[in-house]
Structure formats: structure tokens, C-alpha cells
């Protein structure tokens, strides 16, 4: 049997029982950056019914990582003996003045890297060297960087460090929710961020504040099915979690890999640029890992950091309250060319999403 | 936030493992599922696996096991006259 | 425009662009249509093409920048009718380059003109000082002959085409990184690079009406269509289901974060044809040799200038000009 046309037929299926189901206007957040680019990428929104909104939220731990970290990177790369490695999704976002990729044509060392574990490496070859490894992600990606450091210590590798610009995610959702400007009646859930924390921490999104949660893959089936059993949910009135992905997520998540998290690093606040600050939504190394802290093993200093530049609206997109052709840069001054905002510089941001697929 | 991929265990040696995504390879670090067996599958993200997939389960949802038949073998990818017809499946070109 | 040169300008994505037209173009002057090769009249009518090669590791699975420098320029000069005849190599070496690597990118070079019946008739060789150039630099100018009656441009597509592609897409951008980015990622995949005269000769002859015919390499299928597209005012609506790719580089791209329709091909052609010649133009590129996988990808409809793939979603949407370069991701 040809799998895509039987794919065809599962999503046609789908896309039916979203249509019989959205009989009043609703609105979705898909928290996560790849299910933007996933909808994106599928043209899913050109098969969701008219009175069905999709909005994206601020998802995308690049885009959310503040100016200031960025410029620390940044001044970090420009100091001799230093490397800064960082995943490629980083390296064009824009600091208060310029990225790391700008910084890097002046002769910055900066190397981008697939895994954290290519930089311990790095810095394994290069004892001579300072390496810094910018540890942005959410719960998916904050394991694998906690576990390269655990590594580190093993082998007693000194040279090598961790910029902190870890997000959490739960807490951020219920802030959005609790932020009196916005509108969500249900939440599409972050598939693979959920494969790591477990479906526990949304409970209290659906049990005290009644929205419901489904927790969804990034194949176009699943986030077809997961946008069908959120609006099935919405038009019963119901608000319940669920799980969408079970092929991937267990109900615990991976509480092994929680708890290499929990070894490493210790909540802090997060600033959410664009947003603001978000209370316990960071981590940062515990003191006996102090010294892997590169905010302490290569002081630098910053300019005052700018957050978002003038006109700006990353923040207000990042929370759903304004589609991305609604600011008044979009397509302006602002597009992937000459991005402004950090929506726009990054490959998952809102707004370039939007750009590249015309809200499709 | 999180692209991450399916791969089958093939070998595993101390805490890092060859994985297989259909027709590639890459050593994935096991430290975050240090139960893992070999042939199971694996979701790979920035060098590690990160969780074990539910074999049964995925075979429910067609997607992850979609199969691209191998090119040499089938020798085309079916084009599609794009008259209106629906597309023919790239990949297999076989019945079954 | 910043005050310096990003790598970025070098991708073959809209930055690229830019920078020709506010630099090249300006101070050189513009064609109407910017094609492959410049067809010059006078009989014989003269194609001419030049082309540098940076590729970097320079041996990499399935050939080497040698094969590649020669092929590019030779496959440029076919894809505007031409039989490639001569070809000039100019060498850029880095001070303290082995000479046993230069041996086998030349010998691979007379291997590979030979293949394609060209004959390389003059060159150069400059060295710079070590950490001047990255160890090879090599450019390439070619010349061809075309028939009085072939007349192939980028501006000729129409509503109603089909657009061909001659193989899988992605090889050899894949094959390339895989070896260069040290993603510890092993494959067997190599390199599509080859040369395409004899193929493109059996297009034009199968199919007499044949509007365009173009080699997507950097950027990939999705940045060549986007410039047909421009260059002959018309929009392309490709379809996903149809699009040969191979597993390992769906594989690879997926395990990156890559779009394989913005992977650069090399020695796969695009043929933009009438309708009614569609499928025999498809039938003769599968029964050569260098035609395997071909297919039918998509159709020329009326402006507005713009490419949009229909997925196998049933969703469409359109596909952009790349900034620049893709960039691996995590998210």
C-alpha cells in the first residue's frame, strides 16, 4: 500500500472531524516553536476550518533568550583564548548590537556544533582553550547539556563551561494563561519537551484554570489528531490532559533524565525576552558545579542590553495577542533579510514562520 | 523546541550506542536511558537519546515506520502526472 | 548590504543575489536574463561559462573538487543547448599543500573532461602564502557550441509546462556536509556529481520544444525554480509526493533540521518542457544511464511569480528564497 496516500486518507479523516467539531470560534496555542514550523511546513492551516485559530506562543527558546545573554555570548567569543560553541539555531540572533555570526566575520572564535557533547570535545582537543558552550533549550535539550556537564566533571575536563539560558516551560504556560490579555482555549503541548517532564505538570492548566491540554507529536497526523481532540474537548466543554503521542511519551516522561537535571542545576528566575521575567521558568548550575558556570569562569562586560529594538512587537506575537502581519514592522523593516526582532531571526520564530509560509 | 528523531539501536558499546535513522547512522550517548536495549527505538536529539518509542503504539500511527523503499532497488520514486490525479506514494512503488 | 562580506553572500540564497546585482551587475552591466552560460553571437554561436570551486573538505564520497570544477562548468554550458567543447583551469594553491592531493584532483579532472569530451586548452596557477586560500581554489571557464536553431532561457517558461527533474535531489549537498561538518554521522551516500551533456542532448532531441534547462546547485531545486519563476514571470506549484529523494538524505536532513529542497544537487538537470513532450522527455531521461529516478516534480502555471508545493498534507505552501546558508538545528 502506498503509505502517503493512506496518509492522505487519515489526514482528510481528521481534518472532517476538526470541521464537524469547530462550530464556534476557537483559539489554539501551540506552545512549541517545531510544531509552528511543523503546521508551517505541512500547510496545515490552509485545511483548518475559518473559525479556528491557530496562534503561536513563545515557544521558541531562541527567541526567548534575552538580549543580554546573547551579548554575553557574544563579548565571550571576542575574549582570546575562548571558544563559543553553540547549536546553528543561535547563531544569527541578534544581540543589542549584532549576532554571533556578525561577531564571528570580525574574527570571533565561534563553532557551531550539533550536540553539547561535540563541545566538551572541543575543548578536550584544545586544552588551551576556554570553551563555552551556550546552553539555551527547553526541558527537551536542558538533559542532554546537564548530562555533557556531568561528563565533564567525570573526565575532568576544566576547560570546558556552560553559559545558562535554560527555559522551563509549564510555568511559563500557566503565566500565559494567567495574563489577562490573552485568550487560549486549549493548548497544543510541546510532544517532545512532555517525553522528558511527563504529563503531570500541564494537570493543573486544565484542573484549576480549565483548559484543556493535549499532548502532541510533529508528524502533520499527529498534530492533526491533537488539534481534533482539543477541539472535540472544547465543544464538549471538557478540559481534561491528554496524550497524543503516547507512542513517545509516558505518562512519567523520563524521570531518569529529570533527575540528571536536578543534579546539575537549581531553579532560578528567567527573563523571557520580550515578555519579561517568569518566576522559577530558569536554571542555572548548583554551586558545586559552579565551576562550569561560564558567567563566572569568563567575566565579561555588556552593553546595557536593549530587549527588543523600537517598534518591535516579538513580545506581544510571543504571547498570541498579535499575529505576526500585525506588526507594524512585519515585511518592512523586518524580514528574514534584515530581521529586527528575534520572531523573525529565528528559524522557529513566529514571525518567520509566518514570512516564510505566509500564515499558511 | 525540539526536533528529534527516530532511530533503531543497532549496537551498543558503555554508554553510547550506534543508532540507525533508515540508511544513516550516528553514535547517540545513552545517559539518559541507561535501561536501553539493543533493537529498540530511540528518539535522538543533539546527540543523545532522549526517550524510548513505543513499538506497538508507533505502529498504530503509520507515519514513523513510512518506509522509503530503498532508491536502487526500485530504481524511480513514482512521479505523479499532476493532472489531477492523486499522488501515487513516493517511495515504494510496490504493492505491498 | 553590511560593510563586510558574510558567508551568507557566498550561498546562493537572496543574499547572494543582492550582492550581484549591487556589486557585479552595477559596475558590469545586466543581461536581460541571467542564464547559465553566456550565448554569444557570431558563427558558430559561442556559449561561455565560468565558474570558481571552494568546496570544502576537497575529497569528499563520490569525487573531488577537481571532478567538480569540471563538471560544473561543462553541465552550465549544456544546460543552454550547448555541446561543451574547451575549458580553461586556473589554479589559486595554498603554500604548503601536499602535491600528492594535487595529483589526484588533476588526474580526476583529465578523467572527468574526458568523459564529457572537452579538452582543457590553457590555464594558470598562482600560490599565496599559507592560510591565504583553503588549499585548492579552482576556476573554470568553458565553451560550447550551439545550434542555430537552439534558443534555451530561464525566460521562456510558460503556464502549462512540466518541470522535470533527472534524479534525486539533495546527494551531493548531503554527501558534502555529512563529510565536511563532522556531525559524526556516517553514510554511504555519495556525491551526484557527474557531467550532463549526453543527457541534456537527449532531452533537446526527445523534446524539441524544451523552454529551459537549468542544473540546480547551491540553494538547491527550491532557489533554481524560484528563478525561473522571476526570470520568466510564471509561478511553479511542485508537488511533494512526487519529489525523488533518496532515504539517506531525507534521513540526514531530518536528523538536521534540513529542508532537501534547499540542498544543493550536482549532475541532477531541471528541464522545463511543453506539456504534450512532457513524458516523453521522461521516458528518454530514464533510459539513460544518468537520467535514473527521474521524474515529473511539478507545472508552470500563470503569474504571479511564485513556488508553492502542495504537500502530501493536502496543504500547500510556498516555498522562499533562503537568506543564506541552512543551518543545523536543535528546534
Redesign the interface.
Known amino acids: 500500500m502506498a503509505p502517503l496516500l493512506d496518509e492522505r486518507a487519515r489526514a482528510d479523516a481528521l481534518v472532517a472531524r476538526i470541521q464537524a467539531a469547530v462550530t464556534r470560534p476557537m483559539a489554539l496555542m501551540e506552545v512549541c516553536g517545531t510544531h509552528t514550523m511543523a503546521i508551517g511546513h505541512h500547510g496545515l492551516r490552509s485545511r483548518m476550518p475559518a473559525g479556528l485559530r491557530l496562534v503561536s506562543g513563545p515557544g521558541c527558546p531562541v527567541c526567548v533568550t534575552p538580549a543580554e545573554d546573547v551579548d554575553r555570548a557574544i563579548a565571550m567569543a571576542k575574549e582570546p583564548g575562548v571558544i563559543v560553541a553553540t547549536f546553528g539555531d543561535m547563531i544569527k540572533v541578534p544581540g543589542t548590537r549584532g549576532s554571533l555570526a556578525k561577531a564571528r566575520s570580525e574574527g570571533a572564535q565561534v563553532q557551531v556544533v550539533y550536540s553539547p557533547l561535540d563541545a566538551l570535545r572541543l575543548a578536550q582537543d584544545k586544552p588551551d582553550h576556554t570553551v563555552v558552550f551556550v546552553g539555551i533549550g527547553f526541558e527537551t535539550t536542558t538533559p542532554t547539556i546537564a548530562a555533557t556537564m556531568l561528563r565533564a566533571r567525570a573526565a575532568g575536563v576544566e576547560n570546558f563551561c556552560v553559559l545558562p539560558a535554560f527555559k522551563v516551560v509549564p510555568q511559563a504556560m500557566e503565566a500565559l494563561v494567567l495574563s489577562p490579555q490573552t485568550d487560549i482555549d486549549g493548548f497544543i503541548c510541546p510532544g517532545h519537551v512532555t517525553a522528558l517532564i511527563g504529563v503531570a505538570p500541564y494537570l493543573p492548566l486544565a484542573e484549576k484554570y480549565g483548559v484543556p491540554c493535549v499532548v502532541t507529536g510533529f508528524e502533520a497526523l499527529d498534530i492533526l489528531e491533537g488539534v481534533a481532540m482539543l477541539v472535540e474537548q472544547i465543544a464538549a466543554g471538557e478540559a481534561r490532559v491528554e496524550n497524543q503521542y503516547k507512542r513517545a511519551v509516558p505518562y512519567e516522561g523520563n524521570p531518569k533524565a529529570m533527575a540528571i537535571v536536578d543534579q546539575v542545576l537549581q531553579p532560578c528566575d528567567a527573563m523571557w525576552r520580550g515578555v519579561g521575567v517568569i518566576p522559577g521558568t530558569g536554571l542555572e548550575p548548583r554551586p558545586e558545579f559552579a565551576s562550569m558556570d561560564a558567567r563566572t569562569r569568563v567575566p565579561v562586560e555588556i552593553p546595557p542590553p536593549a530587549d527588543l529594538p523600537k517598534g518591535c512587537s516579538c513580545g506581544a506575537v510571543m504571547l498570541g495577542l498579535l499575529l505576526p502581519s500585525e506588526c507594524p514592522l512585519f515585511g518592512k523593516a523586518c524580514t528574514p533579510a534584515s530581521a529586527v526582532g528575534p520572531c523573525m531571526v529565528s528559524s522557529e520564530g513566529a514571525c518567520a514562520a509566518y514570512y516564510k509560509y505566509g500564515g499558511a | 523546541m525540539c526536533l528529534a528523531v527516530p532511530g533503531k539501536v543497532l549496537e551498543l558499546e558503555g554508554s553510547m550506542g550506534r543508532v540507525d535513522f533508515g540508511g544513516i547512522q550516528r553514535e547517540l550517548c545513552m545517559d539518559l536511558l541507561p535501561e536501553i536495549e539493543l533493537g529498540s527505538w530511540v528518539l535522538a536529539h543533539a546527540g543523545f537519546a532522549i526517550q524510548i518509542l513505543d513499538e506497538e503504539e508507533a505502529q498504530k500511527t503509520l507515519a514513523l515506520f513510512r518506509e522509503w523503499a530503498d532508491f536502487e532497488a526500485e530504481n524511480s520514486l513514482g512521479p505523479t502526472p499532476l493532472d489531477g490525479v492523486e499522488p501515487s506514494g513516493g517511495g515504494d512503488g510496490s504493492p505491498a | 548590504m553590511?560593510a563586510?562580506?558574510?558567508?551568507d553572500h557566498g550561498e546562493g540564497g537572496?543574499?547572494s543575489a543582492?550582492l550581484v546585482s549591487e556589486v557585479f551587475l552595477r559596475w558590469l552591466g545586466a543581461p536581460p536574463v541571467l542564464e547559465d552560460a553566456a550565448v554569444v553571437p557570431g558563427a558558430p554561436r559561442l556559449a561561455i561559462s565560468t565558474d570558481s570551486f571552494v568546496v570544502r573538505p576537497p575529497f569528499f564520497p563520490g569525487g573531488n573538487i577537481g571532478k567538480l570544477a569540471v563538471c560544473g562548468t561543462v553541465n552550465d554550458l549544456a544546460m543552454m543547448g550547448a555541446t561543451p567543447r574547451y575549458l580553461t583551469c586556473a589554479f589559486i594553491l595554498e603554500e604548503g599543500l601536499e602535491l600528492d592531493e594535487l595529483d589526484k584532483i588533476v588526474a580526476a579532472m583529465a578523467a572527468t573532461a574526458a568523459e564529457a569530451g572537452v579538452t582543457v586548452v590553457a590555464g594558470d596557477t598562482k600560490v599565496v602564502g599559507r592560510g591565504e586560500v583553503d588549499g585548492v581554489f579552482i576556476n573554470t571557464t568553458g565553451v560550447g557550441f550551439v545550434p542555430q536553431d537552439v534558443t534555451l532561457s530561464a525566460g521562456a517558461c510558460q503556464p502549462g509546462d512540466?518541470v522535470l527533474v533527472s534524479g534525486?535531489i539533495g546527494d551531493h549537498g548531503t554527501a558534502v556536509m555529512?563529510a565536511r561538518?563532522?556531525?559524526?554521522?556516517?553514510?554511504?551516500?555519495v556525491s551526484c556529481c557527474q557531467p550532463l551533456a549526453d543527457l541534456a542532448a537527449v532531452v533537446l532531441e526527445v523534446a524539441p520544444g524544451l523552454r529551459c534547462m537549468r542544473d540546480p546547485t547551491r540553494g538547491g531545486l527550491a532557489t533554481t525554480l524560484l528563478e525561473l519563476c522571476e526570470a520568466s514571470s510564471v509561478g511553479i506549484?511542485l508537488?511533494?509526493?512526487?519529489?525523488?529523494?533518496?532515504?539517506?538524505v531525507?534521513?540526514?536532513t531530518?536528523?538536521?533540521?534540513l529542508d532537501p529542497l534547499y540542498v544543493a544537487c550536482e549532475g541532477r538537470l531541471i528541464a522545463v518542457v511543453p506539456d504534450h513532450q512532457a513524458d516523453a522527455a521522461?521516458a528518454a531521461m530514464?533510459a539513460h544511464p544518468r537520467g535514473?529516478?527521474?521524474?515529473?516534480?511539478?507545472?508552470v502555471v500563470e503569474a504571479p511569480a511564485k513556488l508553492v508545493?502542495?504537500?502530501?498534507?493536502?496543504?500547500?505552501?510556498?516555498l522562499?528564497a533562503l537568506?543564506g546558508a541552512q543551518?543545523?538545528?536543535?528546534?
Do not use: H, K, Y
Not at chain 3, 543551518?327 to 528546534?331: E, F, G, Q, S, V
Open positions: 553590511g563586510r562580506i558574510l558567508l537572496a543574499a543582492r512540466r534525486p555529512l561538518e563532522g556531525f559524526g554521522i556516517q553514510s554511504d551516500l506549484v508537488s511533494e509526493a512526487a519529489l525523488p529523494i533518496r532515504r539517506q531525507r534521513a540526514a531530518d536528523l538536521l533540521g521522461l530514464r535514473v529516478g527521474a521524474a515529473i516534480v511539478g507545472a508545493l502542495e504537500t502530501g498534507m493536502g496543504g500547500r505552501r510556498p522562499v537568506e543551518l543545523p538545528r536543535i528546534c
